[in-house]
């Protein structure tokens, strides 16, 4: 059974003017991110479903094949969340949070894990060890209303998206 996306949008209107005129930065002292969401490809047919709700959100999907793709990506784009896999074609998952770490302990990072223990415990420890405060966990590609909340969190959280789940 398909779970039903629902979202409503923040009317923002004044705060974002105020924000325009102080530069506003994000928590932490950082400035807002861009409403890019980057995808580290998998075969799994993962980025069909995602470009469907980014689109429905009207954010920005960047699909990317390696870790030397990603550097770059955050250091110069400054998206909102990373999506991947634990064992993405071409980037191992635990090596994705080490480099997200390095540039911003505090971005949304979702990461699929897959079922299998040892993949489950080594992203525990790379969370605790870099100190990732935004690391969602699924042993699976999520629902989309699950997607959409974790989205909506992101967007949120990096000043760029002005959406809450109902």
């Known amino acids: 059974m398909m779970q039903e996306a629902r979202v409503t949008y923040i009317d923002t209107s004044s705060v ?13 002292g950082r400035h807002p991110r861009n409403a890019l969401v980057v995808l580290l490809r998998d075969d799994s047919g993962t980025a069909g479903a995602i470009a469907d709700i980014c689109d ?7 699909c990317l094949d390696n870790g030397q793709e990603l550097d770059e990506t955050l250091a110069t784009m400054r998206p909102m969340a990373v999506i991947s896999s634990i064992d993405a074609a071409g980037q191992d998952g635990c090596h994705t ?3 997200v770490a390095q540039r911003d302990a505090s971005l949304p990072v979702m990461m699929i894990t897959g079922s299998d ?3 489950c415990g080594a992203v525990d420890a790379v ?3 870099f100190a990732l405060t935004h690391l969602s966990k699924r042993a699976r590609l999520p629902t989309p209303g699950d997607l ?5 969190m992101a967007g949120r959280a990096g000043q760029c998206l002005d959406l809450l789940p109902i």
């Open 16 to 28: 974002a003017q105020a924000q325009i005129s102080t530069q506003a930065m994000a928590p932490g």
């Open 56 to 62: 429905f959100l009207d954010l920005h999907l960047l």
């Open 97 to 99: 949070l080490m480099q």
């Open 117 to 119: 223990p040892r993949h």
């Open 127 to 129: 969370e605790e060890v």
């Open 148 to 152: 959409v909340d974790f989205l909506a």
